[in-house]
Each structure stands twice: as structure tokens, then as C-alpha cells.
């Protein structure tokens, strides 16, 4: 192999792709959408009614409309000083229960009132129903259901003759703070959120690493085949020197967009001050980067290799939708993975999926923010990683060889068998 | 000199390339001729190492194919394209600098081509801006920037206006006078005659003729006649000793029967055709190759001209 030849088509490859219009654009869009699909969701559910809401209330159950509203109005205030909840009793004016609750129900489609609490008495048990247009608000419901438990313990207190202040004494509320101890002796708190994030990062690196430059990797093999610039390209070099260019252009192009992506995202987590949890998932990522470096440069190369095989073999765009469509599948299966990894870690399903070189890298470094696996478990998915890259770096390499060339007519599974014994 | 020797390919049904040997020489234009899938690419790839013989030899110049001798290669396919997003400049630099070339080297060059084919000033240009014409005298470039020993040309004219062609006559000679090994493959049999110092031509993956251009036309000498004439002149393939006809509109080319003689031919022209010039020729390569298929069994003689016709 001339390794100038192959230095040639490196820089051929990257630059035709870093100039090109598509890459510009996923290299800006692609953490953008990211922040957008796994922060924001975050950030606005944290985020209570901006608004003040009328809520109505129908009292079967003599737990007191007042009592109801003075507790609401002591603990729940919007950031501006203002009551989150204005309470309409439904009940003043003396109407029949049943005739109440028509008028609130109205109200509600009316959208004068955002939803009707309805308390009543079951066996001496007060139980409550939010009715609403969208009674899946769980910031409303939770605000009542804190404020209708506390007068209830409170009503009892009182029954059972003991001072509320004692019983505050008394009563304690224990919070548990996560603290992740690690061999190195650091201690890192991070909660359950903080560890899910920076787990998820990993694997979402490296899957929109190889999802963008695997796709115009295989677009440009089908522009050479179907605009036949293969015939003057394996002119001018082996397929092996042209397979190894562009393997390695394609890695500097990966590189390029690992570089710009972390730079804004570092940046934007400077700029705009973090959320909280993720300072200390990001202390989780620090301790686990050098491995997950090595975990993504090895399953970059594996996949990249698996496209250039594959883009080898197709002929022409539509196939290549499709199989590109099926690679990133396969790359996005241990995300769905990620609740359960995060919580089980050393879970057997877990450890065992782990050695399937598909998932091997994704799998591990999520392992490697939650609970750093046995120095053995991730030396042998690393020489195991290492095995199955050389494996499709050279079954790739053998495909391309014959594959190349062909035109119009899809090879069969046997035939591909055959190009792989062939010596 | 390229010398390959007793070359076999087969695929799956076909014996695409059966045992062809040929011989090119320095200072020579070697004509690879043929009808549409008679073997000619294949043998070309075999030359260019693109693909492997299943049996067989090829030497340049003595030594086996080595990553020196493929530097040493200029080669202009029959099925070629370019980049269509990049630019014609960078395009150009990137296949030389893949031959060998060092990059400021392949600029200068790339500028006196560009100028002798009309295209200086367009070096930002993308590709996709240019016409098919003008892409395909982008990819001669290609081929030749180098200065390879060993030029192989596939089908370089096709595609090409007369003025081009003319201008890729003037170059091929040129290389032919600095005494490169040129293999030309082509249809086009009147600029073969013109053109090439020696032949091969193969049908259906056999070499069926080969030899000089003078050597060949002798050999098939003794029985054409050339006729000019107006009328429709259809019905001189059907006499019964004509064996073969090239005919145009008001000129044709025939073969006749060993033994025939013009006073044999004459008797059936005057009622039917008006002739202004009859006389007895050497043939043509054209209707040589014509002959020699369609004496093979290549399908009907009509299908042959035409194919060769659309082709030239």
C-alpha cells in the first residue's frame, strides 16, 4: 500500500465532506436538536403554572373551603410573590351538590375555572377528584393532595387531643443524599437525573457521530459507483489504499465534529449557567473520560468500517435509506437500555450484552458513568472490541475489493461469503 | 511495451475473454477494435489490474505489474465519470497527485492542459458546470497529466465534437511521436485506419485478426469493390456473390464471392442504380471487420453495420 496515495484520498475525502453543505448544517443542527429533545422536556416539566389558576372546589366531606384555601394560599406561590391558586367555592351559595357540580363542569369547558376539585367523605376517609380539561397537570394535583393530607392529619390531631406543633416535633422528613463512592476514592454526588444524562451523552455521541459521517460516507460510494468515478479511481489505487483513505478521512471527520460539538456544548453549559444535577453528572463523565474516549474511537471505527462494507454494496440511493436506516437502529438499541443500566448496572442482561461488539461501546461507557465495571470486564470488552474492529475492518475490506465494481446487481449473502474466503 | 498473453476470463455463463494475446509497442498505436461486448473493456481492466486474469501473462516491458508501473499509466475508461460537486482544478490535482504527482507539479501541468483545451479560466468551476464534452476532455486530462509510459485509451473520441476529436487525434499522435505505448480501443474503424499502426480485433472474447493495418488490409485485398452511385442502392447486399456490404447512401463498399469479377457485378447495377464510379479497392478496416464478424455468426450483418454506425 503507498501511503501517500492513501494520505491523498484522506484529504480528498475530508475536504469534499467539511466543505460540503449537509455537514455544515448537521454539525450546527445535530446539538441543537439534541438539547432540544433531552433538556427542554426536562427544564419545562420542572417548571410550575406561570400563571395564577382558578381552581374550583366542591367540599362533600366537611374538610372546610377555608382551611383548604389558607393552606394552599401558605405554601404555594408563584416565583413573583403572587397566590398560584385562586380557589372558588362552588358550594357558597347553598345549591344542591348536584347542581354545583354541573355549574363547575361547565366552568371548566368554558375554561372559566382550570379544574374542579371534588372532595368527598368515603367511611370517614376524605377522598378527592380533580376534574379538568387536562388532568394530567401533576404539579396541580400534587399541590392538593399535600394540602388535603395535611388538613386531614391535622383534623385527627386535633380528634386525638395532640398540639400540631408537637406532632411537627415529632414528625421528620429524611432526605437521603446519593453519594457515588468509586475505587479512586472521589466522592461525587449525583442523583439518579444527573447519572442518566451524562450516561445518555456518551451513547448519543457516538451514535450522531457515525449517524453523519456514516451517511455521506455511503452517499459518496454510490455517487462513485453511479457516476462511475470508480473505474478512474481504481485506476489510480487499490481499493485497499482507497478503503484505508477513506477510513481515515472520514475519522478526521468524525474528530472535527467530536471537537465542535463538545466545544459548544461546553460553551453553552458556561454561557447559560447549568441546571442543576448537571454539574455533578459532569463530574460523572470526568472521571469516566479516558474510557469512554478509547470506547468511542473503538466503536467509531467499527461501525465506520461496517458503512464502508455495506456502502460497498449498495447501488443506489434508495438502498442506501434504507440500510443507513437499519445501522442507526442497531446504534440506537442500548439507549433504550439506559433506565435500566442506570439503575442495575451490574444487572447479568446487562454484562452480557456487553460483549456483543454492537452495543459493546455504548453499554460500557454508560456502565462506566454509573458504576465503573471489573478492571477484567473492561479489559476483555476492550480486547474483544478491539478483535471484532480488525475482524470487520478486514471483511470490509474484502467486500469492497469486489464490490466496488459492480454495478446495477445486488451480490446475494452466499456470494459476499464467497468474496470473504476468496484469498 | 505492453505484451499480454494467452488472457482467459470467464464469468458465470460467459467466456468473456478466450485466450487473446496482443503486443504493443513503443512509438506505436496498438488498435484494440471490436463490436459491443465482444471482450474489449475486459481486457483493458485485465491490462490495468483492475481486475485479474483467470489464466494468462501481462508484462510492461518486461516486468510484472507493480504500484510503480500503475503510476506509470494513464488510463481513460469507457464507463467514466467525475466528482460533480468538486472543482475542475481540484479534481485534476487530486488524480495526479495520485499518480505520483507533487501537488504544485500537478498544478502547473493542469494549467497547460486546461489551456490546450480551450478551458483556462475555469479552473474554480465545479464540474457539474461543464458539458459532457467538456467533462470528458477534463478526464483526458486525467490520463495524461502524468506523462505515463503506458497510455490506455477506451473509447477516448466518443462524445466528442470534430473539433475535439481532431484535437485528441493532434495529442495522441503527439504522445505516439514521444514514444509511448498507446492501446486504443475504439468503434470507430475509419480513424483506426488513420490512426493505428497495428490492430487486434476481437469478437466474442476471441482475437479473430490481428497484424498491421497494411498487413490486414492485404490479406483481405483480393475481391472489394467500391462502388459511388445514386438510387437505392438496399438490394447490393442480396446479389448472390456479394458476401458482404458496407453500403451508404450513395456509396458502397462490397465484398465479392473468391472468383467473381466486375463484369460478373455490372449486369446487376445498370437497371437498378445509377453509377458514377466503380473500381476495385483494398477494403476498408470497416468492412473488413464487418466481414470477418458476421463470417462468425454474430448475428445478421444488418445488425452489425447499424450497431457499428450508432457507435461511430
Redesign the interface.
Known amino acids: 500500500m503507498?501511503r501517500?496515495?492513501i494520505w491523498?484520498?484522506a484529504r480528498?475525502e475530508y475536504f469534499?465532506k467539511v466543505r460540503?453543505k449537509g455537514f455544515i448544517i448537521s454539525l450546527v443542527l445535530t446539538p441543537l436538536i439534541v438539547v432540544a429533545s433531552s433538556v427542554l422536556p426536562m427544564l419545562l416539566a420542572d417548571q410550575g403554572p406561570d400563571a395564577t389558576l382558578t381552581v374550583g372546589v366542591i367540599d362533600h366531606a366537611s374538610v372546610g373551603f377555608l382551611a383548604l384555601r389558607d393552606k394552599i394560599a401558605g405554601t404555594e406561590r408563584l416565583p413573583d410573590g403572587e397566590p398560584t391558586y385562586l380557589l372558588a367555592n362552588y358550594m357558597a351559595n347553598g345549591e344542591s351538590p348536584d347542581s354545583a357540580a354541573a355549574r363547575a363542569d361547565r366552568d371548566v369547558l368554558s375554561e372559566k375555572i382550570e379544574g374542579v376539585v371534588v372532595i368527598t367523605d368515603s367511611a370517614g376517609v376524605p377522598r378527592a377528584t380533580y376534574r379538568s380539561a387536562n388532568p394530567s397537570n401533576f404539579r396541580v394535583i400534587s399541590s392538593f393532595e399535600k394540602a388535603l393530607s395535611s388538613l386531614v392529619v391535622e383534623r385527627r390531631l386535633a380528634e386525638a387531643g395532640i398540639d400540631t406543633a408537637l406532632y411537627n416535633r415529632i414528625s421528620a422528613d429524611v432526605d437521603i443524599t446519593p453519594v457515588k463512592l468509586s475505587k479512586r476514592g472521589e466522592e461525587t454526588t449525583a442523583g439518579f437525573i444527573g447519572t442518566f444524562f451524562s450516561a445518555y451523552a456518551g451513547c448519543f455521541l457516538l451514535m450522531f457521530l457515525v449517524l453523519t459521517t456514516g451517511q455521506s460516507l455511503v452517499r459518496s460510494l454510490v455517487?462513485e459507483k453511479s457516476?462511475?468515478?470508480m473505474?478512474?479511481l481504481?485506476?489510480?489505487?487499490t481499493p485497499q489504499e482507497l478503503m484505508w483513505g477513506k477510513l481515515i478521512g472520514l475519522s478526521g471527520l468524525g474528530f472535527t465534529q467530536l471537537v465542535v460539538w463538545v466545544v459548544l456544548g461546553l460553551g453553552a453549559l458556561i454561557a447559560f449557567a447549568m441546571p442543576p444535577g448537571m454539574e455533578a453528572s459532569l463530574m460523572g463523565i470526568y472521571a469516566a473520560l479516558p474510557l469512554m474516549m478509547i470506547y468511542i474511537v473503538l466503536g467509531y471505527i467499527f461501525y465506520a468500517a461496517v458503512f464502508i462494507g455495506v456502502g460497498a454494496l449498495v447501488t443506489n440511493e434508495q438502498e442506501a435509506q434504507v440500510a443507513t436506516s437499519v445501522l442507526v437502529m442497531l446504534l440506537a438499541v442500548p439507549i433504550f437500555f439506559a433506565m435500566g443500566v442506570v439503575q442495575y448496572p451490574d444487572a447479568t442482561y446487562v454484562r452480557v450484552l456487553s460483549y456483543i461488539p454492537l452495543f459493546t461501546p455504548s453499554l460500557m461507557m454508560m456502565r462506566a458513568v454509573t458504576k465503573m465495571p471489573a478492571p477484567w470486564e473492561i479489559a476483555s470488552t476492550m480486547v474483544l472490541m478491539v478483535a471484532a474492529t480488525s475482524f470487520v475492518v478486514w471483511a470490509a475490506g474484502r467486500i469492497f475489493r469486489t464490490a466496488i465494481?459492480l454495478?446495477g446487481k445486488r451480490p446475494g449473502f452466499g456470494e459476499i461469503v464467497r468474496w470473504l474466503r476468496a484469498g | 511495451m505492453i505484451l499480454a498473453e494467452h488472457l482467459h476470463k470467464r464469468y458465470a455463463s460467459v467466456h468473456a475473454v478466450n485466450d487473446v494475446t496482443l503486443e504493443a509497442r513503443p512509438g506505436e498505436i496498438f488498435g484494440l477494435l471490436g463490436p459491443n461486448g465482444a471482450g474489449k473493456s475486459t481486457t483493458i481492466r485485465m491490462i490495468?489490474n483492475?481486475?485479474a486474469p483467470d489464466s494468462g501473462t501481462i508484462s510492461y516491458s518486461g516486468r510484472p505489474f507493480s504500484?510503480q508501473i500503475?503510476t506509470r499509466?494513464g488510463?481513460l475508461?469507457e464507463?467514466?465519470?467525475?466528482?460533480?460537486?468538486?472543482r475542475i482544478l481540484e479534481t485534476i490535482v487530486?488524480?495526479a497527485?495520485?499518480?505520483?504527482l507533487s501537488e504544485r507539479d500537478a498544478r502547473t501541468r493542469a494549467a497547460g492542459w486546461l489551456r490546450r483545451f480551450d478551458l483556462a479560466g475555469s479552473e474554480r468551476r465545479r464540474v457539474e458546470e461543464l458539458s459532457k464534452g467538456n467533462q470528458q476532455k477534463i478526464?483526458i486530462v486525467?490520463a495524461l497529466i502524468h506523462d505515463p509510459e503506458y497510455v490506455i485509451l477506451d473509447e477516448p473520441a466518443s462524445g466528442l465534437d470534430p473539433v475535439n476529436q481532431e484535437i485528441l487525434r493532434e495529442i495522441v499522435e503527439g504522445l505516439r511521436s514521444d514514444g509511448k505505448t498507446i492501446l486504443y480501443s475504439t468503434h470507430q474503424m475509419e480513424l483506426a485506419e488513420r490512426i493505428c499502426n497495428r490492430i487486434a480485433l476481437i469478437n466474442r472474447g476471441r482475437l479473430v485478426l490481428g497484424g498491421t493495418v497494411d498487413q490486414v488490409r492485404d490479406e483481405h485485398g483480393a475481391n472489394s469493390v467500391l462502388v459511388e452511385f445514386q438510387g437505392d442502392g438496399s438490394f447490393l447486399r442480396s446479389l448472390p456473390m456479394v458476401t458482404a456490404a458496407d453500403i451508404d447512401s450513395n456509396y458502397a463498399e462490397l465484398t465479392l464471392l473468391p472468383g467473381a469479377s466486375l463484369n460478373d457485378l455490372l449486369p446487376h447495377l445498370a437497371d437498378r442504380i445509377q453509377v458514377s464510379k466503380i473500381e476495385r479497392v483494398r477494403p476498408s478496416l470497416k468492412s473488413i471487420f464487418i466481414e470477418t464478424v458476421a463470417r462468425r455468426g454474430d448475428g445478421s450483418r444488418e445488425d452489425l453495420t447499424s450497431s457499428m454506425e450508432a457507435r461511430s
Open positions: 503507498n501517500n496515495r491523498s484520498i480528498w469534499q460540503s455517487e457516476n462511475r468515478i473505474e478512474l481504481v485506476g489510480s489505487c465494481l454495478y | 490495468n483492475i481486475i504500484d500503475r499509466i488510463y475508461p464507463e467514466r465519470g467525475l466528482y460533480q460537486k468538486a487530486y488524480f497527485m495520485l499518480h505520483g478526464q486525467i
